[in-house]
């Protein structure tokens, strides 16, 4: 059965602080994203800027994005 392996897989690709799936941008634009195989896909968007930040849609905490996307699992970022 491929239910344990989808639930792995979401749990990386899930905010490690509060398990959000879902990942906004600037939170006053509110580009709305997802972490699929290695990448951000969004998924609603609202801007068309070309550079942003990522952060967790539920407890705003910001995403490493090249991180993320090196490890294939979502990464938050630290201070410093
Ligand atoms: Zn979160």
Not at 36 to 65: H, L, M, P, W, Y
Request: aromatic share 8%; glycine share 8%.
């Amino acid at each position: 059965m491929g239910e344990k392996i989808l639930i792995m897989n979401e749990g990386k690709n899930q905010c490690p602080k509060c398990g959000s799936a879902q990942f906004i941008t600037d939170p006053n634009q509110y580009d709305v994203l997802e972490f699929n195989n290695g990448v951000f896909d969004i998924i609603r968007s609202e801007s068309t800027a070309d550079e942003f930040k990522i952060f967790c849609g539920e407890c705003f905490t910001e995403i490493d994005q090249d991180t993320s996307v090196d490890e294939n699992q979502i990464i938050l970022k630290t201070d410093g």
